[in-house]
């Protein structure tokens, strides 16, 4: 008789409390390896899938080996979130996960949620779909030549996940981050603001402001956003339509 090997997902990091990756205070899972290389990323060292950066130790965790951390930190948690580098990079780990926290009488009552870049296919959204209750999605810019400068990749994906979210009703956040002088152009805004509500113009946004703190480096240095200049960003938008909208 053969056993069957355990699923296991290459993991950077866990935390067991945080009130920044989704509803609630979650657990949250740092995925390793990305499809993305944004200028901004704050967390580089998630980014190569196979060969981390020297002095960074990623590692491969089992179902039940993230389980038992997940149990000891549950009474004090939402749910869980899935973050990365790109979650969905490794979509067969984050089917078996979810459906494992699920199927648990303990943690069942947990949500499960993916921050995500959106650069999956439509075909990783279904395959997860039965098992997450949610997806956050940064929409970088929607400006294909601007995304492109700024992630090293096309947006087509991201805006498409979506829209393909938004059907399956499982589109909890788009979040914009806004660079100065990169991606804030008062007619680009108003551009994104009305292809947003093209899709559904009650959406939820999160406006986050560029902090160079912790960001990696740049040459020039990337210019953090005013807090007036994201408020009135934040006022632009409500100008297109009736958004929930959270600035951060």
Not at 13 to 24: E, H
Request: charged fraction near 20%.
């Amino acid at each position: 008789m053969t056993l069957a090997r355990p699923v296991t997902g290459f993991v950077a990091d866990t935390i067991s409390f945080s009130n920044v990756d989704g509803p609630g205070n979650r657990f949250v899972v740092f995925m390793q390896g990305c499809n993305f290389d944004c200028v901004a990323c704050h967390n580089p060292q998630t980014i190569p899938g196979h060969q981390p950066l020297e002095g960074f130790d990623p590692h491969h965790l089992s179902v039940d080996e993230l389980l038992d951390r997940i149990r000891r930190a549950a009474p004090f948690v939402r749910g869980i979130t899935a973050s990365g580098g790109e979650a969905t990079q490794q979509p067969g780990f984050l089917r078996a996960l979810f459906s494992a926290v699920k199927a648990d009488p303990g943690l069942g009552r947990l949500t499960c949620f993916v921050d995500s870049n959106g650069a999956a296919t439509a075909e990783v959204w279904d395959d997860l779909a039965p098992v997450m209750d949610g997806a956050m999605i940064d929409l970088k810019c929607l400006d294909p030549a601007v995304h492109l400068e700024m992630t090293g990749a096309p947006n087509d994906q991201v805006l498409a996940s979506i829209e393909h979210l938004q059907q399956l009703g499982l589109l909890y956040e788009v979040r914009l981050l806004i660079l100065a002088g990169v991606n804030d152009d008062i007619e680009l805004l108003r551009r994104t603001a009305q292809w947003l509500a093209g899709v559904d113009p009650q959406m939820r946004i999160k406006l986050i402001g560029f902090r160079a703190h912790g960001a990696r480096p740049h040459d020039p240095p990337l210019v953090e956003p005013t807090h007036e200049a994201l408020l009135e960003i934040a006022d632009l938008l409500r100008r297109v339509a009736d958004f929930d909208i959270c600035v951060v």
